[in-house]
């Protein structure tokens, strides 16, 4: 059953948009992303998953042994690769984030949300 | 045997990609060898796009292209394709027409700043991805050049950390562009989850035959998706980010963002749309995007009234002629896609131009306060006339190509005005939109260019030639769509809008002849837009209209003899006979502020003024409130009406 | 391809000539009316025109802070733009440049553009008053947008019958058809909107913010002299003659006698109608208003008679 990878799935979603929403503190927003981002993830693996599926990989003798052991199915490997690339760009967005927070510190001198906010109007 | 132009889409992708790497090995050190590298590549691959183009457009072949030759097997897309119809080679040729003007402006503009070699590297890799996401026919490898695109406009927006919000701007556009991905990541996860594959003819086949009425994962796939290229393209309410991020970001940066990132989500909203979910029939999505697009018009137009950055000006006008290009697209309809594609080559030109324009009184003067410049005019001629024609032009005033696009949008949005009520409102918002925008450019002209000019100023001097150049091609070509609308419409346009209207012929190409028919039991046939009768007109007229033009000037010409004791660039006072009136008092420096002009009609509004500048406050959790908001709406309302 | 009828067209009628004249008399019986409601004896009829030569003969001063191109290049594109406008409007059955069958979108941006000249060459004067002039014009603009957009839209959807037109020739069909637009009762509130929109597009005296002499000394007209303002005090009175043909083309429509010269009388008599009521009336009846109260008005009043005629043709009426 995967319906708790969904539940689990929206929880971090919501969650993320909620700090994205409610947070302050600029650390506390790009942690709100990194949620969001793990939400996705974990939704799009599971969106592969099949029912008593084994692994997506196999050659000829290894395709041999899973029919033996009674393996019909395998999981979708797509939504894997998808992920792989996903959790790359979250993490390159985070290394960002966080870097542009350290210059906005240096120069803004505080990470309260509520203060930076010169362009406004 | 493939025709070699068959390679160029991906080879045009790469090249930049490829570019954007060797300025990083090889440009640290060397100015010039990186701006080479730079241009070559950006030449490069605005001449293969202009081959990709001719083959596409003119000849009326597709493209299909599939990476390491994956072809599908047994109708399943397994590789990644590209697929060139005439609306991605229209917007690429938009892409890489702006990559490589912004390239010439850049060489000069950026020569002041530190670092330029990450500056064009992330200028290849924004241009890279944008014209990897317009010509891939994959919906992930879609999803991917966002995320490389966000990355870019965000590192480009901090460029310049130095100056006055640009570290805010890039933080803000990050949030809510990563809020934007993450939307477009989970609508492509439900789709994915739905038909099982990532290929836009495919997906569009699949869904077609599952139809999207009912079905409520669909609908929030859709919704998703739609949310996330509207941040893309920076509809009202996900604005606020492209306000600050055009002000900040370097003036040939703030080109690429309006020439190009925008036009990218307005292209994916139009592939999503039209192709993958054709939801277009439907009466209640065509509402939802015109109004999004409507109420993207006023904001933003009324928004730009209350500015006095010139950048900032031009992002909000930015907002509101996008919110042109979305309502026509809404429409539905041929002649209403015709127009939104118009308007979107136009607003490419225009704007470009524009940014352009400030970015040169930047280099000039140093400034971007309108409240702090006057009677650039007489040291700027050239910026000066170039201006006025961008201005002219988004203005909608004939002959300019604003005129042309935006009569098409509101023929649109009349006719179908005739089903409701409620596009009678719709018509005159454009218009009084119009009138506003012509309205904020006075504005500009009369406290930038016109008006007292200043003492500091003094020492000013045009901006160099290599700055001039990209400039007058855009103006040339920004009067050249405008004088030549039929031409353009039959070469560009039409073709573009038959690609938007036949989505079967889309899918069988990608996936083999005979493919749609097997999957949705419909045969494809090509169905040809309706004749798109673009108004009432014939380019005899401009003709007619040029002709009296050039015999007044001539007229004025000879009346400007008459004039006498002008003295334009001598330095000693003016006689009092040509000294400006004063009622007899002495002239004094004094001009009315950008700011000042308009308050009768800002007046009438003070209330709707304080309102929307409350709603602007800065914080980058309101901005997070109103894109999540708006999501919510958007699911909610589909999820009632389909 | 090219007509030689065209060349008559623009130079001699409905064209440049034709606009020259009848807009001077135009503006010279005006006065003459104006002056006769105040009990005075007034100029002579021909006085516009002896304004307009004297003007030419003057000298020519450019203000120091003047862009020159500009400020001289302003006066000759709006009136450039106000004879093409006249080329455009049928005349009953007759439009001098029919096959082009311009719309109503073509006739709103192509009266925008004498504004606009005011505006930017007054700019390029480099004056403050004129400042603050090109500011009061650039909202009297907006003011009447609305309305007359409204108007032609109600238009528009009447003589559109089932659908919509946005095609003179289509309103002067279905006037052909059915008798003038204005004996239609649900178009008399858009005739009336109308008939306010007239003054204030043209810029006399009630409606006249930008050029307030007693305020601002002619606003963008301050630094003018010589043959640019003459331009200037031309397209005024062209702009009289223009926008009540625009009136008379839509609202005062008909089958006409078929005759081109007796249509044309007809025509231009209608416009001497619609210009005395609208304008010499008014002026000779009101106090200037203020900037924003001018755009309160227009966009309240005006644009709410626009409104009940749009709604009215919405449902068929």
Redesign the interface.
């Known amino acids: 059953m995967m319906i708790q990878n969904y539940v689990c799935s929206i929880i971090l979603l919501a969650l993320g948009m909620y700090m994205l929403m409610v947070k302050k503190n600029l650390i506390q927003i790009v942690c709100g992303l990194g949620l969001l981002d793990y939400g996705v993830n974990l939704f799009i693996v599971s969106v592969g998953y099949n029912e008593g599926g084994t692994a997506p990989l196999y050659v000829g003798s290894e395709l041999e042994y899973l029919a033996k052991n009674g393996a019909v199915y395998f999981v979708d490997p797509v939504p894997q690769a998808l992920t792989l690339t996903s959790i790359v760009i979250g993490a390159c967005v985070t290394a960002m984030a966080l870097s542009i927070v350290i210059r906005i510190g240096q120069t803004y001198g505080t990470l309260e949300a509520d203060q930076i906010r010169r362009l406004r109007g | 045997m493939m025709n070699y132009v068959e390679h160029f889409p991906a080879l045009a992708t790469m090249v930049l990609f490829l570019g954007a790497f060797l300025v990083t090995i090889f440009g640290g050190k060397n100015k010039t060898l990186r701006i080479f590298l730079a241009m070559a590549a950006a030449t490069a691959s605005f001449v293969m796009v202009l081959c990709v183009a001719k083959y596409v457009i003119i000849d009326g072949n597709i493209i299909t292209y599939w990476l390491g030759n994956w072809t599908p097997v047994k109708d399943y897309a397994i590789g990644i394709g590209l697929e060139v119809d005439s609306l991605n080679a229209f917007f690429a040729l938009l892409v890489t027409l702006t990559t490589y003007l912004s390239g010439w402006y850049s060489i000069k503009y950026m020569s002041r700043d530190e670092g330029g070699d990450y500056y064009y590297t992330l200028y290849l890799m924004l241009s890279g991805s944008v014209l990897g996401l317009v010509l891939t026919g994959d919906i992930f490898n879609m999803f991917v050049m966002i995320e490389i695109m966000t990355f870019a406009c965000v590192a480009l927006t901090a460029f310049r950390n130095w100056s006055k919000g640009a570290l805010e701007a890039g933080f803000k556009y990050l949030v809510i562009g990563s809020l934007g991905s993450t939307c477009t990541l989970t609508g492509i996860a439900l789709l994915y989850a739905q038909c099982h594959t990532l290929n836009m003819a495919q997906l569009s086949a699949m869904i077609a035959k599952v139809g999207i009425t009912g079905n409520s994962t669909m609908i929030l796939a859709f919704a998703l998706l739609i949310t996330g290229f509207g941040i893309k393209s920076y509809a009202v309410p996900f604005h606020f980010v492209a306000a600050d991020a055009y002000m900040a970001a370097p003036a040939s940066v703030s080109m690429l963002f309006s020439g190009m990132v925008n036009k990218a989500g307005v292209y994916g909203l139009i592939r999503v749309c039209y192709i993958i979910l054709q939801t277009m029939g439907l009466g209640k999505v065509q509402t939802l995007l015109v109004a999004v697009g409507t109420v993207s018009m006023f904001v933003g137009v009324t928004m730009a009234l209350n500015q006095h950055d010139f950048k900032r000006l031009l992002a909000f006008h930015s907002i509101s002629q996008i919110g042109y290009v979305l309502t026509a697209i809404g429409l539905g309809t041929a002649l209403g896609v015709a127009g939104g594609l118009y308007h979107a080559m136009n607003h490419t030109l225009f704007k470009g131009l524009l940014f352009l324009c400030a970015g040169a009184v930047y280099y000039a003067t140093g400034r971007t306060n309108l409240n702090n410049m006057g009677?650039l005019?007489?040291k700027m001629?050239q910026t000066?006339?170039i201006f006025?024609i961008a201005a002219?032009s988004i203005?909608?005033?004939?002959p300019f190509n604003g005129?042309v696009s935006?009569?098409m949008i509101?023929?649109a949005i009349?006719?179908k005005?005739?089903q409701s009520?409620g596009y009678?409102f719709v018509?005159?918002v454009a218009?009084?939109t119009s009138?506003?925008t012509?309205?904020s450019f006075?504005k500009v002209?009369?406290s930038a260019?016109?008006?007292?000019?200043r003492p500091e100023f003094d020492d000013v001097k045009e901006v160099p030639g290599s700055m001039l150049l990209p400039m007058w091609v855009m103006a040339i070509l920004c009067v050249f769509t405008g004088v030549a609308p039929k031409f353009v419409t039959e070469k560009l346009i039409t073709p573009a809008v038959n690609a938007v209207m036949s989505v079967n012929k889309y899918i069988d190409t990608m996936m083999g002849a005979g493919y749609t028919e097997k999957i949705t039991g419909s045969a494809a046939t090509e169905i040809s837009a309706e004749q798109i009768t673009i108004?009432?007109?014939?380019p005899?007229?401009w003709l007619?209209?040029f002709?009296?033009?050039l015999v007044?000037?001539t007229?004025?010409a000879v009346?400007?003899k008459?004039?006498?004791?002008?003295?334009?660039n001598s330095k000693e006072q003016?006689d009092n006979?040509?000294?400006?009136?004063f009622?007899g008092e002495m002239a004094t420096r004094?001009?009315?502020v950008g700011s000042?002009?308009?308050?009768?009609?800002r007046?009438?509004f003070k209330g709707y003024f304080e309102k929307l500048e409350g709603i602007h406050s800065g914080v980058v959790n309101d901005y997070a409130v109103w894109a999540i908001g708006a999501l919510a709406v958007f699911v909610m309302y589909l999820n009632a009406v389909l | 391809?090219f007509n030689p009828m065209?060349l008559f067209y623009?130079l001699v009628f409905p064209g440049a000539l034709f606009c020259f004249v009848a807009g001077t008399l135009l503006n010279g019986l005006d006065r003459k009316v104006y002056a006769k409601m105040q009990q005075r004896i007034g100029p002579p009829i021909l006085q516009p025109f002896y304004d307009f030569m004297k003007l030419m003969g003057k000298?020519?001063?450019?203000?120091?802070?003047a862009?020159?191109?500009?400020f001289?290049?302003a006066p000759?594109?709006g009136?450039?733009a106000l004879?093409?406008i006249m080329l455009l409007l049928p005349q009953f059955g007759f439009t001098a440049?029919g096959?082009?069958?311009?719309?109503m979108?073509?006739i709103?941006?192509?009266l925008?553009?004498p504004a606009?000249s005011i505006?930017?060459g007054g700019?390029?004067?480099?004056?403050?008053?004129a400042?603050?002039g090109?500011?009061?014009e650039?909202?009297s603009?907006?003011s009447f947008?609305?309305p007359l957009?409204?108007v032609l839209?109600a238009i528009?959807?009447k003589a559109?019958g089932?659908?919509?037109t946005?095609?003179m020739?289509a309103i002067a069909d279905y006037q052909a058809a059915n008798g003038a637009m204005i004996c239609q009762w649900s178009m008399i509130p858009a005739a009336l909107a109308m008939l306010l929109v007239v003054p204030c597009e043209v810029g006399c005296h009630p409606f006249d913010?930008a050029e307030a002499e007693t305020e601002i000394?002619e606003g963008p007209l301050?630094?003018y002299s010589?043959?640019?303002l003459g331009v200037f005090k031309l397209n005024y009175y062209v702009k009289q003659l223009v926008v009540s043909a625009l009136f008379a083309a839509l609202f005062l429509g008909g089958k006409g006698t078929g005759i081109v010269a007796a249509d044309a009388a007809i025509f231009y008599g209608e416009c001497l109608l619609v210009t005395f009521f609208s304008m010499t009336l008014i002026r000779a009846t009101c106090a200037r208003l203020?900037?924003?109260q001018?755009?309160?008005f227009y966009?309240t009043v005006v644009a709410g008679l626009a409104l009940v005629s749009?709604v009215l043709a919405?449902f068929g009426l």
């Open positions: 009677g005019a007489k001629p000066c006339i006025l002219f203005s909608g005033l004939p005129f935006k009569w509101y023929q009349y006719a005005s005739a009520f009678l018509t005159v218009l009084i009138t506003l012509l309205a006075i002209t009369q260019f016109f008006g007292q000019s108004g009432n007109w014939t005899v007229m007619v209209l002709g009296i033009v007044a000037f007229v004025v009346f400007g008459s004039s006498r004791g002008y003295t334009n003016p006979k040509h000294a400006t009136f009622g004094s001009t009315v000042d002009l308009f308050w009768g009609f007046h009438n | 391809m065209w623009i000298e020519t001063i450019i203000p120091y802070e862009n020159k191109t500009v001289l290049g000759v594109v009136f450039v004879v093409t440049f096959e082009l069958n311009a719309d979108i073509v709103i941006y192509l925008t553009i606009a505006i930017i700019a390029a004067s480099g004056s403050p008053y400042g603050v090109i500011s009061r650039m909202v603009v907006i947008e609305l957009v409204m839209l528009g959807k559109g089932d659908g919509v946005f095609s020739k913010v000394c301050v630094e010589g043959a640019p203020k900037v924003e001018v755009f309160k966009w749009l919405w």
